[in-house]
């Protein structure tokens, strides 16, 4: 009862914000357009040159390029003061200010680009800026947010900046229903999305990134330009994925005009992390590069646990004309991770009543040297107007070992032994190829305006690895004592794995923009998957068949800062390898499907951004018991979340900038004929209520300007996971809620084209005692007070 009525509060706040939304005397003002042209010094047009719409606070409400005829257009504008820039390479930077007042537009504008002379200093993202108006990851097409019946959250550099993001799952805390949990013992990116654990599974500008079975390092985050996370059933765009919604990750990508920053990071517990950036043109004027650098060395709060890896990404990028773009980059990452199996449970539930730096595992052990190389290629072409062939092509090669892996092997007893497990690795390494190629065009028929994308991609993935297992001495989590003598592993134990996937994917998609600014999009993918994994009791080989992946929306924009929108997603999902029918057939992929409707509103002249949501995921063909033979399975397997949402970004006023969530997930198994049975049980790692908030106040003006202060608190209620000892019932293990806050302090000097910023940062500002995630047997602390300095220079 409690449950139902957090979520018929939630839905009444969602009625009460469209209400708000539409009757907002903000929206009934009068409104123009700014329009103009751009020509160099001789007064020829200006074609492809960059143009953005800046309100009077310089935040970004607009970005457009220059047509055939140099010319441009802003409609629909409120009242106000705005700053117009223009930016094409080889040009200084233009700036114009202009008004619009009452109906009427303001004056065309004519706007002459000089040829640059002297070398300009660039802020790589628009300063202070926390909102993003356009976004690739729901369409894999440059789409206001807006215009899109997809919810979606951007979170851009600036914010990740001002919380000195480290990870992926810290950025992405920012955004509701995403929740960081353990799949990887802190080794790797693992969160859920709407309930559903997304199993690893990331993309980096729209290629997969599968850590769950290829390893390797997380996301390094100094090579990310934003993340974009897209809420709901994904596959139409992205293939095989879990049905909470995905991760694209945008990387950082060579400019035109030359930018450097070196900064360092001091933390508590010894960390240290160094990044440097450098971009700007090499070679010519069609030539551009970007170099970046991450070298980090850090121990932890947690007993033998310490990271040391260096990345480099260095790209290149020719743009021979302004309709063709060539993008290069190569990564190379060295060093090793250790793996953390966290403070074990006890038998009644809860994580045990020792210190949370204690480590159960051996000295030495978990350790994974890694070494990751990569090459992308990402190009595009305008064979003609309109009309855009993209490519994409990726391979990459990790090796990542665990010589020694040591594992907590259920609760601690009554007197606190804990048995333990090991795994022993000579080798583990996975080679992946994809390739995408789609054609983008945009066109108008029958009085409708129509942007089609119809594409291709592959994946490919072939990993060998080989373990064995023994079994070291029990270890007393209150009195532990470690270097006991063991038995090593016998070597006829080795058992060897072989895993590999074959992926191939047609999709083509639709977005229309209909009468009474109404906006349809309607897309579908066809699969043909192959997988294969000899680690069953034999050899496991299964092909999936083209199977339609649809989904359908339509977005109504009553007024031009509301849009109210609904869709219907369908998903297709992980392969069952291993389970078989009783005659002997293969079981079908998992598939999902969601519906949801919501509302995207824009405030206070489009500086400030905010969506809300309603959704029902239901998840179907999830392996489970067969009744009469339960030796064998049958797809009647199904989970269901539904739950409410509420994301908000920008800036309130000058300078104070802010992001947020709140999450409600009512997420359960509703079939599961396994003995053991899920049905009823809620999703692990799954709280009822979450959300966080971060607000950022940059003085913008006397002798304070340049000082900056941020506040930020991140709450979850409890969570939970389950475990079967005596393979008959699940017992729950559970972490409580809690809530963290967050502070940090900046301030930035400028020295001609150089700018200097010192930065401090300290999280769980009152050393709360926490759990961050549960698995079986054992729960993730996190962090006591830590505090990080940076100092960082621009120039």
């Not at 040591?406 to 390739?435: C, I, S």
């Not at 034999?538 to 977005?555: E, F, I």
Request: charged share 15%; proline share 6%; glycine share 8%.
């Amino acid at each position: 009862m409690k449950s139902q009525g957090n979520m018929y509060r939630s839905l009444a706040a969602l009625i009460v914000l469209v209400s708000l939304a539409l009757t907002n005397p903000a929206y009934c003002e009068d409104r123009g357009g700014i329009s103009g042209a751009v020509v160099d010094a001789s007064g020829s047009v200006v074609v492809g040159a960059r143009v953005k719409l800046l309100d009077s606070h310089e935040v970004l409400q607009q970005s457009v390029v220059t047509g055939s005829d140099g010319t441009f257009t802003f409609a629909d504008l409120p009242n106000g003061g705005y700053i117009v820039l223009v930016e094409h390479r080889g040009f200084e930077t233009a700036r114009e200010e202009t008004a619009i007042s009452g109906r009427s537009a303001a004056p065309s504008l004519r706007i002459t680009l000089l040829v640059a002379t002297v070398r300009q200093t660039v802020d790589v993202t628009t300063a202070g800026m926390y909102v993003v108006p356009d976004a690739l990851g729901a369409t894999r097409t440059d789409t206001p947010i807006m215009e899109t019946p997809v919810s979606i959250q951007v979170i851009p550099q600036q914010v990740m900046k001002d919380q000195q993001v480290v990870r992926l799952d810290e950025a992405v805390q920012n955004v509701s229903g995403v929740i960081p949990n353990n799949d990887s013992y802190g080794t790797n990116d693992s969160f859920s999305i709407r309930g559903f654990d997304a199993m690893e599974m990331t993309y980096e500008d729209g290629l997969r990134l599968d850590q769950y079975s290829n390893a390797g390092f997380p996301i390094d985050m100094a090579n990310v330009e934003r993340v974009e996370v897209v809420k709901g059933p994904a596959s139409v765009m992205y293939g095989q994925a879990e049905p909470g919604g995905v991760v694209n990750i945008i990387t950082k990508q060579p400019l035109d005009t030359s930018h450097y920053s070196l900064q360092q990071q001091f933390g508590s517990y010894d960390f240290y992390r160094t990044n440097f950036d450098a971009t700007g043109p090499f070679l010519g004027k069609n030539l551009f590069y970007r170099l970046t650098l991450d070298y980090e060395n850090a121990g932890s709060f947690r007993d033998f646990v310490h990271t040391n890896w260096l990345s480099l990404f260095p790209s290149l990028q020719w743009r021979p004309n302004d309709r063709t773009q060539v993008t290069a980059t190569f990564n190379y990452a060295t060093g090793s991770m250790v793996l953390d199996n966290g403070i074990p449970f006890l038998a009644d539930g809860t994580p045990a009543n020792i210190p949370i730096s204690r480590n159960l595992a051996e000295p030495n052990t978990n350790r994974s040297p890694s070494t990751d190389y990569y090459g992308k290629v990402l190009a595009s072409h305008e064979f003609e107007k309109n009309w855009q062939l993209r490519l994409a092509y990726k391979t990459e090669y990790i090796d990542n070992p665990s010589p020694n892996g040591l594992y907590y092997a259920g609760d601690a007893d009554a007197n606190g032994d804990l048995q333990r497990y090991g795994f022993t690795e000579n080798y583990f390494y996975h080679l992946t190829n994809q390739v995408v190629a789609d054609v983008l065009g945009k066109f108008s028929a029958f009085g409708l305006k129509h942007s089609v994308l119809a594409g291709f991609d592959y994946y490919g993935q072939d990993g060998h690895y080989d373990a064995n297992i023994y079994f070291p001495a029990s270890i007393n989590i209150y009195n532990p004592v470690y270097g006991q003598p063991y038995t090593p592993p016998d070597p006829a134990g080795d058992f060897y794995v072989h895993n590999s996937q074959t992926a191939y994917g047609a999709y083509l998609q639709d977005q229309v923009a209909l009468p009474g600014k109404l906006h349809f999009l309607a897309g579908v993918r066809f699969n043909w998957v192959n997988t294969f994994n000899n680690g069953y009791s034999q050899a496991t080989s299964v092909s999936d068949h083209p199977t339609p992946t649809p989904r359908v929306g339509l977005l109504w924009q009553p007024r031009s800062a509301v849009s109210l929108y609904g869709s219907y997603t369908s998903n297709y999902g992980a392969t069952p390898l291993g389970n078989l029918t009783p005659d002997g057939q293969t079981l079908p992929p998992q598939s999902a499907k969601q519906f949801e409707v919501g509302v995207k509103t824009e405030w206070l002249q489009r500086r400030l951004v905010a969506t809300a949501s309603v959704y029902q995921i239901t998840k179907q063909n999830i392996p489970t018991a067969d009744p009469s033979n339960p030796a064998y399975s049958i797809a009647i397997g199904e989970a269901r979340s539904r739950g409410i949402e509420l994301d908000v970004s920008g800036q309130i006023v000058s300078g104070w900038r802010i992001i947020g969530g709140y999450s409600y997930i009512s997420a359960l198994v509703t079939k599961d004929n396994n003995t053991p049975s899920l049905a009823g049980l809620r999703f692990p790692d799954a709280p009822f209520d979450s959300g966080s908030i971060w607000s950022v106040y940059e003085f913008q003006r006397g002798g304070a300007k340049g000082l900056k202060l941020g506040a930020g608190v991140i709450a979850r209620s409890q969570q939970v996971n389950y475990e079967s000892p005596d393979g008959v019932t699940y017992f729950a293990d559970r972490i409580p809620g809690f809530a963290v806050a967050n502070l940090m302090a900046g301030y930035s000097w400028q020295f001609e084209k150089a700018r200097l910023t010192a930065q401090l940062n300290i999280n769980n500002l009152f050393n709360k005692t926490y759990f961050l995630s549960v698995n079986p047997s054992q729960a993730m602390p996190g962090a006591p007070t830590i505090v990080m300095p940076a100092v960082r220079v621009e120039f």
